[in-house]
């Protein structure tokens, strides 16, 4: 019962927040326009939290995503020009856009090697990585940006009435979700997060599963990071800074557990769209940012609350 | 049938505790119903029952964890109302858990001063001095001995009880509850665990004594309580019962056929282990199992025994050695490669090294075998909960359904989930290590039937045990172990519990007699 009103409660909350918009502001909120408006924001944040909720089943955690989604997009507009000369377009675009991605795979292979080959915490290894990550993007062009002034078809491209990046959003959340609930990956995922010990002792290659899960994550990044560069026709050495904490509320929220072993990419999903339409409706209400920021971090703590009482009342009912 | 003892009735200075009356709910689960407990002064009360039976649930009312839904608690004569933790403590009860509760880095006598520092002369500052003092004088009006200004992490399991108790007789209490004090200590330890209890009860405490282990209970106990399913079936002096009456109040039937006759089909050399040895303190250790067959393995706490499965099972590294299944030699070098070879290792430490605790029981069971069952690439939950499903019900696994998280099972339902992991993998050496550590008796008896079937099966089986009436009772054979190395490989048809300890526990070169095969 507590489990499923727990279920509910982010879910219950993001409707709630859309009838409340809704009846205040029937006119601008409750358009096709600011609907799709609210998604193609959250694509984004959204595809990298599929990595980061992995990630946290796996009782694991990425400090570093703000910072590889900044460096993938460098790597990717660099290549970009160096291809195409000043003005790329055409074929040095695609290079570029698949370059970048492929940096965010390495990226976050890297993050996976240095946590299960030298057997560090995954907090400390993206801590660090998070910081060279960044250091690298502002060192490749002395902390300027690389502007790509053709790069405009992953933010402005429309497939079917709906902007690419929301569809790639949509992709990547029904893949993510398959792959956790009915792969070998996504089992193991869960059981590495629960407990690593007994995983291994059940022939759990944990080094493999972990290195595979941090890579999986470095891929979402780098197509988030080439997102985030066609938004800005430009590849910018500060983006996504904080990103990372932003990435882990929308998780939390979803009802995915820092210690590992649970969570899901519905309940992410949810918790991605509920920050998003909260800033959404605070701006339609002329509510100010920072004003916004009191909002997200209240929401946070009560849905971590909320779901530790729930917890508790299920522990103490089986006793014994 | 329900039989209380006029012992329940008395009354005057001689009773320490009397819990009155006491019921319980969780829910919809009845966990107590009208439980009377009365404990007499300066006695050792064991509380023995299975698992489930209302035992923690009893005692964490008495600790003012619990609030009883109805009914009355008296502490020497006086009716308490325990209804936080802090309370019971002030009222004179002091629990030791399982688990012990220090820490670890501090010293004994910061331990036992722990949360009641004596104030020094400036403020914030401890008078370390005087609570090493009196450490020590406590310690040494109980005869325990220990050095109050030790460092608790360095110091072995027994030494950890004696502050446990030291830090309860600190808190001036006159009951002390012990719940399965020896389950984590040698037998030498044990043996000293018990002194300690007997010194305790001379000077007129009263000991609460929480058992599985029924042999220590005879020869400790005064009177001893049996709860069953939440009620108290029987309370009495130990002077009137035995093991099989306690049992038979434990399980409500006579365990007569404890050990279940087995049709005993030896085949040939299935596992041939030679030289092994591992980083982990395994020193050239050699034996055959043959089809069928079931080895058992003894040996006293820190002799080894684990450390020999962790490393035929791949996760401790071999400095030596072969182990060869079926005439082929294996290479293993992780649990990923002996799994595959169909080897399965069943640990003792279901909740560290065994179970994902809040996974599904179906997840748990099908985690090794998922490749074997044929999902490699894609998990079909409907056929997974199938196969689950049939295996639970070959062990009779008591559970809410496939998908119930395993935590929510008891003791006993959790060992059993491991054992269908390993059913399912359909493994042909199986090591079993303590399969019925911490689970009741009527848990126990499955096991031993699961092994019989397994062995029936044509399988061979390892089986590491500490308690020595188990082995005797179901193993054909029986590997001694002691200090990292094989001390005996006996036949228990021909020889004695005794001789087995013998060889666990003395040198080698001490023993007159020559043993083995």
Known sequence: ?320 | MIETTQRSRLSGPEIALRMNGISKKFGPVQALSDVSFTVRRGTVHALVGENGAGKSTLMKILAGVYQPDSGTIEINAKQKVLSKPAEALAAGISMIYQELDLAEHLTVAENVFLGMELPGRLPFIMDQKKMTARTAKLAQRFNFKINPTAIVEKLPMGDCQIVEILKALMRNASIIVMDEPTSSLSETEAEMLFELVKALRQKELSIIYISHRLEEIVGLADDVSVLRDGRMVHSGPMATLDIPKIVHYMVGRELKDFFPARNINIGETLVKVRNLSSKNGVEDISFDIRKGEIVGMAGLIGAGRTQVARALFGIDRKTSGTIELDGRRLEINSPTDAIANHIAFLTEDRKRTGLCLELPCSWNITLPNLVEIGMKNIIKPRQESKIVTNIAKRISIKWLGPQAPVDSLSGGNQQKILIARWLLAQSKFMIFDEPTRGIDVGAKKEVYSILNELAGEGKAILFISSELPELFGIADRILVMRRGRLAGNVNPKKTTQEEVMHLAAVEASLRKESLGQ
């Open chain 1, 1 to 320: 019962m507590s489990k499923l009103v727990r279920q509910l409660l982010p879910f219950g909350s993001l409707i709630l927040i859309i009838c409340i918009l809704s009846a205040l502001k029937p006119d601008t909120f409750l358009t096709t326009d600011n609907f799709l408006n609210v998604l193609r924001r959250s694509s984004v944040n959204g595809i990298i939290a599929v990595g980061m909720t992995a990630i946290i089943i796996s009782a694991g955690i990425d400090l570093s995503v703000g910072s590889m989604m900044a460096l993938s997009g460098m790597v990717g507009a660099w290549v970009m020009l160096v291809i195409g000369g000043t003005n790329p377009q055409g074929a040095a675009l695609v290079v570029g856009t698949f370059v970048g991605i492929v940096m965010g795979l390495a990226c976050g292979f890297l993050n996976g090697l240095l946590i299960t080959k030298l057997k560090l915490p995954p907090f400390i290894v993206t801590l660090g990585t998070m910081s060279t990550f960044r250091g690298i993007s502002y060192v490749m062009n002395a902390g300027k940006p690389y502007n790509i002034p053709h790069y405009k078809y992953l933010n402005e491209g429309i497939v079917l009435g709906v902007p690419i990046s929301v569809l790639i959003f949509a992709v990547i959340i029904a893949l993510a979700g398959l792959l956790l609930k009915y792969s070998r990956l996504g089992r193991y995922t869960y059981a590495i997060g629960s407990n690593r010990v007994a995983a291994f002792h059940a022939g759990v290659n944990v080094d493999a599963y972990l290195i595979r899960i941090y890579a999986l994550t470095g891929l979402v990044v780098g197509i988030a990071a080439m997102i985030t560069t066609s938004r800005a026709v430009s590849a910018q050495p500060t983006a996504g800074v904080t990103l990372e904490l932003d990435i882990i509320a929308a998780v939390v929220i979803g009802g995915a557990s820092l210690s590992g072993g649970r969570g899901t990419i519905i309940g992410t999903l949810i918790g991605t769209l509920l920050i998003s339409f909260l800033r959404n409706g605070c701006t339609l209400l002329d509510i100010s940012t920072n004003v916004q920021l009191i909002v997200i971090g209240a929401i946070i703590i009560i849905a971590v609350a909320v779901d530790q009482l729930a917890r508790s009342r299920a522990a103490a009912g089986r006793t014994e």
